[in-house]
């Protein structure tokens, strides 16, 4: 079953602006995780954040966990053409060694 | 840094024909993992090897399923006989340390097409 569920499923912004994907999941976790995938190619790792971390940037990219709601969100920043991509979360839960995956969400920059 | 290398790329056959897909993992990365992607189920999790050894296969669909990982640079997935729901792309990913608690990097995938 899928743990991680992102909304939007699709998301359409002019570039230069900000995009916000967010993600929900179930059960407790260890680690939640955000990929991007661009059409015909693997997954890309994006951040990986720990579930004692509320918050982690890594340069245009800043996600936030909410272990209380059980949600992250994935903000991209001043937004360019070449992020048009699906991106994923995924997460693992303590003692399991698998990563579930959401269902994505697809996201288009209009330049 | 080469990543982590598939083939085929594209592999078209017909019902009942084995097909094996190949993985190369990154160099020292020791989990190697097989999902496969479709539109109806999204990404699932077929199989999970760390330091060669299959630790979870509970993913595979079924018995025709089969994975194996010889050493530490390769891996294959067999499909046989294949059939038309096998239809989907195939990835391969690998990670530094064990299970899902490092990030993965996937190959570019297989794209499977069962006629």
């Known amino acids: 079953s899928q743990q991680g569920e992102e909304d939007p499923q699709a998301l359409s912004i002019q570039e230069g602006e900000n995009a916000t994907m967010n993600c929900s999941y179930k059960?407790?976790?260890?680690?939640l995780q955000w990929y991007r995938q661009n059409s015909g190619r693997g997954l890309v790792h994006l951040i990986l954040i720990r579930s004692n971390e509320r918050e982690k940037h890594s340069g245009r990219l800043r996600v936030t966990l909410d272990t209380s709601k059980k949600s992250s969100s994935l903000l991209i920043t001043a937004s360019r053409a070449a992020d048009t991509a699906s991106y994923f979360c995924a997460t693992s839960n303590f003692g399991n060694e698998k990563l579930t995956f959401g269902t994505g969400t697809r996201l288009t920059i209009i330049p | 840094d080469a990543g982590v290398i598939q083939s085929p790329r594209h592999e078209v056959t017909e019902m009942g024909q084995e097909v094996t897909l190949r993985c190369k993992p990154i160099s020292g990365h020791n989990s190697l993992f097989w999902y496969r992607q479709t539109m109806m189920r999204g990404l699932e999790l077929l199989i999970y090897?760390?330091?060669?050894?299959?630790?979870?296969d509970s993913g595979m669909p079924e018995d025709r399923f089969s994975a194996k990982m010889p050493n530490a640079s390769f891996s294959t997935l067999k499909i046989q006989p294949s059939e038309p729901r096998d239809s989907a792309v195939y990835f391969c990913a690998s990670s530094r340390g064990q299970g899902a608690n490092q990030p993965q990097h996937f190959g570019d995938g297989t794209r499977l097409s069962i006629l």
């Open positions: 090897f760390n330091n060669n050894v299959p630790i979870d």
């Open positions: 059960t407790s976790i260890n680690n």
